[in-house]
């Protein structure tokens, strides 16, 4: 069982910048996973924003490219999202996730964040960005 726990967030003015952490209480054991951000609005689906694989892999939502950077931390079991340039529209609640199917790596490199079915996901963090 993995354990996700999220930190950062909060409210910016556009143009500012967050970060959003995520650690993993329990630590990744898996060789191969795909960690990823999702966000989600009050009455949408949840979407995929931004993703990294245990190779090295990133993908990002076209929305959000140039803008946010997905990075991990292996030796503290911490992954990161780095929010630039923010937008009214990117006011939304983040959720970290993983996704420990051995072949998501692959799957996200060829389709994108679409392709990710995570199994675990943190708590949600309320990102307000104002005009």
């Known amino acids: 069982q993995v354990q996700l726990v999220e930190s950062g967030g909060g409210s910016v003015q556009a143009g500012g910048s967050l970060r959003l952490s995520c650690t993993a209480a329990?630590?990744?054991?898996?060789?191969?996973?795909?960690l990823a951000w999702f966000r989600q609005a009050p009455g949408k689906e949840r979407e995929g924003v931004a993703g990294?694989?245990?190779?090295?892999?990133?993908s990002y939502t076209d929305a959000v490219k140039g803008r946010f950077t997905v990075s991990q931390d292996n030796a503290k079991n911490t992954l990161y999202l780095q929010m630039n340039s923010l937008k009214p529209e990117d006011t939304d609640s983040y959720y970290c996730?993983?996704?420990?199917?051995?072949?998501?790596?692959?799957?996200?490199?060829?389709?994108?964040?679409?392709?990710?079915?995570?199994?675990?996901w943190g708590q949600g963090n309320k990102v307000t960005v104002s005009s």
């Open positions: 996730a993983e996704d420990p199917t051995p072949v998501c790596v692959r799957d996200m490199r060829l389709r994108g964040l679409s392709s990710l079915r995570p199994n675990y």
């Open positions: 329990s630590g990744y054991i898996r060789s191969y996973y795909c």
């Open positions: 990294i694989g245990t190779d090295g892999t990133r």
